[in-house]
Each structure stands twice: as C-alpha cells, then as structure tokens.
C-alpha cells in the first residue's frame, strides 16, 4: 500500500511539473509573439505622427512664407527656414520607418520630388518679394504652390490610409495573441494548481491514515496487556509453585517485549519516514508554485490594459490561490521541522523572550490601545529558538484575535503546579472559542474561525503543543465566544544555573 501511494504522489507531481513546464513554454512563446506585435503596432503609431508632423511642418513653412511676402520681416524668413530643415528632418525619418514597407516606399518616392519643386516654388516666391513686386506673379506662385501641395496632401492622406488599415491589422492580431495567452494561463494554471491540491490532499490523507494505524496499535498492545495481566494471574492461581508456570509467564513476557520493541520500531520508523517525506513534497512543490504566481504577475503586468475586469479577476485567483499554497507548504514545512530538530538545551531567560517577542509584534499593533499585563516569568531550562515559537504563536494570536476590541487586554502570567512544573498562561479578551471545539485546536490544519475573519494556516498551535511536548510538557485551553480566551503550557522544573 505504501509503494502504490508512493507511486502515485510521484506521478501527481510528476504530471504537474509536466504541464506546468508546457505551460511556461506556451507563455513564453505566446510573450514573445504579444511582445513583437506591440512593437509592431507601436511602430505603425510613429509612422502615423511622422506622417501627421509632415503635414504641420509643410503647413509652417506656407505660414512663414506668406508672413513674410505680406509684412516682409526677416523673422518670417528664420521661421520658414526652420519649418523646411524640419520637414527634411521628417522626412528622413518616415522613410526610416517604412523602410520595410515596399508600397510606402514607393509613395516616399513619388512625395519627394513634390516637396522639393513646392519648395523651389516658395524660394521663387520669397526672391521676388521687393518693393513694386507684381501681385499677379506672386498669385501664379501661390497658386502653382497650391496646387503641388494638393498633390502632396492625396499622397501623405494615401500613406496615412495605409497605415491604419496596418494599424488596425496589427491591433487584431496582438488582440487575438492575447486572448490565446490568457486562456493558457488560466487553463493551465488552474489544471496545474489542482494536481498540486491532489497531491497535498493525498498526503494530509495518508497522515491521517498513520495516525489511525498509531491508534489501532496503541489499542491492540492495551488488549494484549490486559490479556497478558489475565493469563499471568490464571497460571498464578493454577500453577502457583511449578517452574514451568514461571516459565511460561516469562516466555510471554519476553514475547510481549520483543512485540512492543517491534511495534514501537515501525511505528517510530513510519513516522520518519512521513515527515521526511513531508519535507520533500512540500520543498518540492515550491518551484512550480513561484512559476505560475510569477507568470501570473507577469501577464497582469504586461496585459493589464487589454484585459478585461473578469480576466484580472481570474489572474487574481491564480496569484492569491499559489500564495495560499505557498503558505500551506511553508506551515507544513515548519511542522516537520519541528519534529527533526535537535533540542539544544540551554537557560532561556522567559522574562527576555516575552520582551523580544512583544517588540516584533508591536509593528502589528501600531494606532491600537492595548493592555500588556506581564508577570514575572522563571527562566527554565530548554531550547530558546522553539520556546521563543511558542511565545510568537501565543502572543502573535492574542493580538490578532483582539483586533475587534477597542481596547485589548493581554496578561502574562506563571506559577508553580503542585506536579512541580510551571505553568505559563497567555490570557486576552479577544473573539474566544467554543469550548465544545477546544480538542481541535491543536491540531494540524484545523480552525476555528473563518479565513475571511482571521488570517492563519492553522498549522501554529499544532506547533506549539509539538515543542511543548518535547520539552516534556502540556498544553490546553480555555474560551468562550466573544469573551476571550486563555492558553497554557507547562515546562517540568529542572534546575536552572
């Protein structure tokens, strides 16, 4: 059973990976292809404003020119100077642009003699300004210039034409290009993201399965105990005085040993090899995760404008659904951690810990009215980087679940159990629990309260009672809806230099 749940973890995230890397390559392709059409679109929008500039400049220049047949100031003539260096200038760079377009070429062609005899015909006409000049010539000359531009104008409105018949092609292609790539990144991304909710559904479901299995064997060696107990006292009261009796309870003795060394073996074993595998999946799961949360950022980024309000609401899914996950791995990932790490058992001063934690999680707490009320706490002995875990999940969800409250309170207090152990309490007036659902609380994935009230992965508490436990202490809880609640922990009372 295990070999084929193993072969179907590593098949579920084997198809996943697969699809996720064909989707990546059909992003990138359909990103590169959305990318050349901008460009390409873009391109048609220069052409158009040098062809609109074209116009303007030519239209200055007849300005120029007439100020200065009309009032004869030089400053008309640096006017229409300027007007015509810039329509060289335009020009140029209009034949730049279509260099790659054979039919504008051809009406580039055709437009630059027009623009030079309609200029030689302005030089004429500037020239023969002077005193005592003949209207007449200077109408012929207005009229001859007329005409030229006339011609112009069907050319440069031809290219414009051209253009936007362009444009709009253009348009419809980056347009459809998009339309493809965001139906990959939502199918696929969707199709990709589901694998990896089955696969992880698999895993949290074959835990469970150990854990009942822990259960079943925990209940048949109680059985086994009891009838041990039984058949010791028959063989006590039958063969009181024979050696064979005491033999025969020592041979199943020996055989309950070697059984409960035997059990407690495999079920120590299954349970490593579980959160080892944990470990790998959830590590694994990362990479193609940080790919469609990036590739959705990147086509909100680049395509933003062009999409649709349903579309971004879709991409917003993607992105907040692989942020979720990515959150779920790193719980599960700081759960198994919990379980391999070594203790490194040193003095921790809890006075100093609750101290360091109230500062890291007064960045959460600014523009709120809370009141901290912290007893003395005895250092003890264990290991500071999990106890300072348990302190920032209990204090961290006092602040959080006093947010409603106008003004919070959060007490701090331990004293000394007559079991000589300490027992820590974190007590806050906040949202509370039912306390018909208090055996849940500490387990793995489990809430109390909605996401959308709440923000958590339900993974904290499951953290705190695993550090507490292997530090040889308890926990539990006490609440009652809207009306706060209080967690304790106990630590044995060891001698501390």
């Known amino acids: 059973m295990k070999n084929s749940f193993d072969r179907k973890i590593v098949a579920g995230f084997t198809l996943a990976l697969a699809l996720l890397l064909a989707i990546e390559g059909l992003l990138f392709r359909s990103t590169v292809t959305d990318e050349e059409t901008g460009q390409m679109v873009a391109h048609t929008h220069e052409v158009l404003i040098r062809i609109q500039e074209l116009i303007l400049r030519l239209t200055d220049a007849e300005t120029a020119r007439r100020g200065f047949i009309m009032t004869g100031r030089d400053r008309y003539l640096t006017h229409y100077t300027n007007a015509v260096l ?9 034949r730049q642009l279509t260099r790659d377009n054979p039919q504008q070429q051809q009406k580039c062609d055709a437009l630059e003699p027009l623009v030079r005899r309609r200029f030689a015909v302005y030089a004429e006409s500037i020239s023969a300004r002077h005193p005592g000049t003949d209207n007449e010539a200077q109408m012929k000359l207005t009229e001859q210039g007329q005409a030229i531009m006339e011609e112009i104008r069907k050319l440069i409105a031809q290219m414009d034409e051209t253009e ?9 292609t980056a347009s459809a290009n998009l339309k493809k790539t965001r139906r990959i990144a939502v199918v696929g991304s969707v199709a990709s993201v589901a694998l990896l909710v089955w696969v992880f559904v698999m895993l949290v479901g074959e835990n469970q399965r150990r854990q009942r299995a822990e259960r079943a064997l925990q209940k048949a060696n109680e059985e086994l105990e009891v009838r041990v107990g039984k058949r010791t006292a028959e063989l006590t ?10 033999q025969e309870i020592k041979k199943l003795n020996e055989e309950l040993e070697r059984r409960v060394v035997e059990r407690t073996g495999q079920l120590q074993a299954a349970n490593n090899e579980l959160e080892a595998f944990s470990y790998s999946v959830s590590h694994d799961l990362r990479a193609p995760l940080r790919h469609i949360g990036g590739f959705a950022e990147m086509l909100r980024q680049e395509a933003s404008t062009a999409l649709g309000e349903k579309s971004r609401q879709h991409l917003e899914v993607i992105a907040e659904s692989a942020r979720q996950m990515g959150r779920l791995i790193d719980s599960l990932l700081s759960f198994s951690r919990v379980g391999r790490t070594e203790l490194k058992q040193t003095r921790v001063n809890m006075d100093e810990l609750v101290r360091e934690v109230q500062q890291e999680v007064g960045r959460d707490t600014e523009g709120r009215q809370i009141e901290w009320e912290v007893g003395p706490l005895p250092a003890v002995l264990g290991d500071r980087s999990m106890l300072k875990q348990v302190w ?9 679940y006093t947010r409603a409250r106008g003004s919070a309170r959060i007490d701090i207090r331990c004293e000394k159990t007559p079991d000589h152990e300490w027992q820590y309490c974190v007590r806050d007036n906040g949202a509370g629990f039912d306390m018909q659902y208090a055996h849940k609380l500490f387990g793995v994935f489990q809430r109390l309260h909605r996401a959308e009230e709440f923000e958590g992965t339900g993974i904290g ?4 009672r695993r550090i507490v436990h292997r530090h040889g202490g308890r926990t539990w809880a006490e609440g009652k809806v809207n009306e706060g609640a209080a967690f304790y922990f106990t630590l044995p009372d060891s001698p501390v230099d």
């Open 86 to 94: 810039r329509v060289s200038k335009v020009f140029d760079d209009l």
């Open 164 to 172: 936007r018949v362009l444009r709009k092609s253009r348009q419809a």
């Open 237 to 246: 009261n039958v063969l009181a005085g024979y050696q064979r009796a005491e």
């Open 392 to 400: 920032v999940n209990l204090i961290g969800n006092a602040v959080k």
């Open 461 to 464: 508490l499951a953290n705190v």
